[in-house]
T-cell receptor, first 112, second 114 residues
Framework: DTAVSQTPKYLVTQMGNDKSIKCEQNLGHDTMYWYKQDSKKFLKIMFSYNNKELIINETVPNRFSPKSPDKAHLNLHINSLELGDSAVYFC???????????FGQGTRLTVV | KNQVEQSPQSLIILEGKNCTLQCNYTVSPFSNLRWYKQDTGRGPVSLTIMTFSENTKSNGRYTATLDADTKQSSLHITASQLSDSASYICVVSLNSGGYQKVTFGTGTKLQVIP
């Protein structure tokens, strides 16, 4: 059973399109995150939700909109995709107060 | 400027050899430091966590050290195996407004060759 699962694993799309990445965790955690890993493999936090409420929103273009329908899901919608959005996006979860994050396998987004 | 710097950026070693990865941080106030291992095409997985009062912690062939005075940590891998080939990421946490804010290091890519 996958603890943190993301779909799709690969996503290739054209500039200007709108796309979504879904994330679900079955660990019973109350906090979920989206991270972006660039070509240099540097991980940077984008958003964090605790019990469906946004608690961290780093400097991310407002074309990126996270949505948390419940505390087990955190989806990421991206509007008007740009070439610079190409990266691997990781979803993660943790229990509030813990620094151990459990990561999904990542979604490799390629914008052409 | 990133507050967590790792060195070397990449490293190639022979199977069976030992190696040490370094992490220097300026994050303050410090809460804890965690080392993650990220296999190619996978998400990071936690190896160890160290708090302010801990100097060393082991997890199998992995041993992490922490010097909170100099703000340095190291991850020592003993008798390396091919499966140790991965990126190793140092993550430092601090308390910020009641929740833990984490800062990821730049990572060290380790390649173990036969």
């Amino acid at each position: 059973d996958t603890a943190v699962s993301q779909t799709p694993k690969y996503l290739v799309t054209q500039m200007g399109n709108d796309k979504s990445i879904k994330c679900e965790q079955n660990l019973g955690h109350d906090t979920m995150y989206w991270y972006k890993q660039d070509s240099k493999k540097f991980l940077k936090i984008m958003f964090s939700y605790n019990n469906k409420e946004l608690i961290i929103n780093e400097t991310v273009p407002n074309r990126f909109s996270p949505k948390s329908p419940d505390k087990a899901h955190l989806n990421l919608h991206i509007n008007s995709l740009e070439l610079g959005d190409s990266a691997v996006y990781f979803c993660a979860s943790s229990q509030y107060g813990s620094t151990e994050a459990f990561f999904g396998q990542g979604t490799r987004l390629t914008v052409v | 400027k990133n507050q967590v710097e790792q060195s070397p950026q990449s490293l190639i070693i022979l199977e069976g050899k030992n190696c040490t990865l370094q992490c220097n941080y300026t994050v303050s106030p410090f809460s804890n430091l965690r080392w993650y291992k990220q296999d190619t095409g996978r998400g990071p997985v936690s190896l160890t966590i160290m708090t302010f009062s801990e100097n060393t912690k082991s997890n199998g062939r992995y041993t992490a050290t922490l010097d909170a005075d100099t703000k340095q940590s190291s991850l020592h891998i003993t008798a390396s195996q091919l499966s140790d080939s991965a990126s190793y990421i140092c993550v430092v946490s601090l308390n910020s407004g009641g929740y833990q804010k984490v800062t990821f290091g730049t990572g060290t890519k380790l390649q173990v060759i036969p």
